[in-house]
């Protein structure tokens, strides 16, 4: 049964600081990554998908890798600003299991 | 493209009591899936379909809950009778199958709390 572990559960960092985040997982037979924010009270907003045949992603001052064989995945970000203050968390796409998330890391920047 | 729909965004019920949810996905998504998010927690897969078939109900307690899609497009989430412990966030995703990359994109969720 795949378990998802992220680390830290909270994090507070000045703006303009670059950061990351960790999310590892005990089955590596996955077949997609996916990263996510949440705001309070609000949905999740998708950020990055990895597919299990690529090892990152980037979109703008993100960046997510992939390491199967560690079972890990990063989450970077890059000139941390105010407005990047979330809970971010990893969801797996399994075989025979389906989708399995993470708790989340509750990041928060300072102005 | 309009994202994924859920109504109602809130409701407040007493335990023993009924209450559905609803879902509109995004057009043209084949699969849908429910979540169960307890705060400070990350989401819980219930169900997940396949346009109209229930491809993993593994998580979804049958003896209360049940749900449905409609012609392979809305579906609903029911609670019957509700207990405390199923004060949460209910999250419908779906998900394109054209590319196989299964990316889910989410609703706002219903924030259940049953007193």
């Given at each position: 049964k795949q378990e998802v572990t992220q680390i830290?559960?909270?994090?507070?960092?000045?703006?303009?600081?670059?950061?990351?985040?960790?999310?590892?997982?005990?089955?590596s037979a996955i077949y997609n990554l996916q990263w996510f924010r949440q705001d309070p009270g609000k949905g999740l907003t998708s950020l990055l998908l990895i597919q299990s045949s690529q090892r990152e992603?980037?979109?703008?001052?993100?960046?997510?890798s992939l390491d199967k064989s560690s079972g890990r995945s990063t989450l970077y970000i890059a000139a941390s600003q105010p407005g990047d203050s979330a809970t971010y968390l990893c969801a797996l796409g399994n075989y025979g299991q389906n989708f399995v998330f993470g708790p989340g890391t509750r990041l928060s920047v300072l102005p | 493209e309009a994202g994924v729909a859920q109504s109602?965004?809130?409701?407040?019920?007493?335990?023993?009591?009924?209450?559905?949810?609803?879902?509109?996905?995004?057009?043209?998504?084949a699969t849908l899936y429910w979540y169960q998010q307890i705060l400070g927690q990350g989401?819980?897969?219930?169900?997940?379909?396949?346009?109209?078939g229930v491809v993993d109900d593994s998580q979804l307690p049958k003896d209360r809950f049940s749900a449905e899609r409609l012609k392979g497009v809305d579906s609903t989430l029911k609670i019957q009778p509700a207990k405390l412990e199923d004060s949460a966030v209910y999250l419908c995703a779906s998900s394109p199958d054209r590319d196989y990359s299964y990316e889910q994109y989410f609703g706002p969720g219903t924030r259940l709390t049953v007193t």
């Open positions: 830290p559960a909270a994090l507070s960092v000045p703006e303009g600081e670059n950061l990351v985040l960790n999310c590892s997982f005990t089955d992603q980037t979109s703008g001052r993100l960046n997510a | 109602p965004r809130y409701k407040i019920i007493e335990k023993r009591q009924s209450v559905a949810f609803w879902c509109n996905p995004i057009s043209g998504h989401p819980k897969l219930l169900i997940q379909f396949q346009n109209n």
